[in-house]
């Protein structure tokens, strides 16, 4: 069991060994920093692949997956605390979904679990696999 080790853009904003720990996002930060990762932005923020709401969603499932993969190793897991974590986002309207074109969709990148395909490509394997 490791210490708890988040992504720069995620913190501890309460984790009472009692309750379920709540993680906070940077939203924008987080976006911004898996976009480039997936290789949808460039690191100056030009759009490489159509930036929509297929990727939007495609994001948002792996910042996700990056704050369970913390935890998972953490005395904070979910696991030993027989409790999920609640993630909360900051708000950043410029990444709401209905801002984007539809383009391959929400339902492909989660339903079709292309988002786990993607963090796996990224990560190397996806949170509580094994």
């Known amino acids: 069991m490791s210490e708890l080790k ?3 853009w995620a ?3 309460d984790g009472n060994p009692k309750l379920a720990v709540t993680i906070e ?3 924008d930060a987080a976006y911004n ?3 480039r990762e997936l290789g949808v932005l460039t690191s100056d923020g030009a759009d490489l692949l159509g930036l929509d709401q297929y990727w939007i969603e495609t994001a948002y499932q792996c910042i996700k997956m990056d704050v369970q ?3 998972e190793l953490s005395p904070l897991s979910p696991v030993l605390m027989g409790r999920a974590a609640q993630i909360n986002f900051v708000r950043a309207p410029q990444w709401e979904l209905k801002k984007y074109k539809v383009g391959r969709g929400t339902l492909a990148a989660t339903k079709g679990r292309e988002a786990r395909a993607h963090y796996s490509r990224v990560r ?3 949170p509580f696999s094994g």
């Open 6 to 8: 988040l992504p720069a």
């Open 124 to 126: 190397g394997r996806v």
């Open 33 to 35: 920093a898996w976009l």
């Open 69 to 71: 993969a913390a935890l």
């Open 25 to 27: 996002v940077d939203t």
């Open 11 to 13: 913190r501890v904003i």
